[in-house]
């Protein structure tokens, strides 16, 4: 059975570890992530863009499988289904899809008015019906479904505003960026995490951008707050490589290797191997 993922942050902020939230972009990738999940007895949050559902068939067919998947796997941690950068049409669409959770990005809303309003209208509707939400201020770096931002320094005051609306977790820009970070990138911003967490209280921010960040940042950001850590090009390179040695040795020109099971299993086990890593060094092992 999934659940939201409001009281597993809650834990994760109040314990000083994080959770992450890993994107899937089929069936191969769901059941890695679980497995993973299941053997490193931690809490999951397995998320999607809509780009990563339409490719799936649509929101309905991700939750579906989703919640087929964890139902079939018998797994004993708790998961969450949540919505990844959603937009406010988004978000109405996955509620009724299915999803514990969802994400309303109104930080490239034209004015940071209309995301207050429309995070206020996602916070009631989703909460009336036990679904928990995150919101942004503050653009991401690098390109999300075609959004592209410079990686912002998300204002301080204005993640006060959003955090009283009653939101779950809150995405802060801290100069984090999505995809494969540049080598003359600055750098997490710890300085402004502060700001903003002594503006928020208790409340579990997020970090988006989490693949390739030096290990030693993530975990000081988690000490200063950070309680879901967004991982998606990290394993998708995982599964690239692994897939591309299996092509290279030739593996599908030997006998049945051909069979699209053998040429997905290397991928497959790379996701699970590189997850079970990233939870360990987000401390979230033996938390379910």
């Known amino acids: 059975m999934l659940v939201n993922a409001a009281d597993m942050l809650k834990k994760a902020e109040a314990g000083k570890y994080a959770l992450g939230a890993f994107n899937t972009n089929n069936l191969e990738w769901t059941l890695a992530v679980f497995q993973a999940a ?73 004015t940071f008015d209309l995301n207050l309003k429309r995070t206020e209208e996602i916070v009631k509707l989703a909460h009336s019906k036990g679904i928990s939400v995150e919101a942004e201020v503050g653009g991401i770096g690098g390109t ?15 993640c006060r505003q959003i955090a009283e609306l009653g939101v779950d977790f809150l995405a802060c820009g801290i100069g984090n960026i999505h995809g494969v970070y540049p080598e003359d990138w600055a750098g997490l911003s710890f300085e402004r995490l502060g700001e903003i967490k002594a503006l928020t209280g208790d409340l579990p921010l997020v970090l988006h951008g989490g693949s390739g960040i030096p290990v030693e940042q993530i975990q000081k950001a988690i000490s200063l707050g950070v309680s879901k850590i967004n991982v998606n090009t990290d394993l998708q390179l995982a599964f690239a490589a692994a897939t591309r040695a299996y092509i290279e040795a030739g593996k599908d020109q030997q006998g049945k290797g051909f069979d699209p099971r053998k040429i997905l299993k290397p991928g497959r086990d790379a996701i699970v191997a590189r997850t079970k890593e990233l939870m360990e060094e987000f401390g979230s092992v033996n938390k379910a």
Not at 47 to 66: H, P, S
């Open 144 to 158: 999300e479904d075609g959004v592209t931002s410079n990686g912002e320094l998300a204002d301080p005051e204005q």
């Open 38 to 110: 299941e053997e490193a007895k931690s809490p999951l949050i397995i998320q999607c863009t809509a780009g990563a559902a339409k490719w799936m068939g649509g929101f309905k067919v991700c939750a579906d499988m989703v919640k087929a998947a964890a139902e079939a796997m018998e797994l004993t941690v708790p998961v969450a289904l949540h919505l990844d950068h959603g937009t406010f049409e988004d978000c109405h669409a996955c509620i009724e899809a299915g999803f514990t959770s969802v994400m309303y990005d109104g930080s490239h809303e034209e």
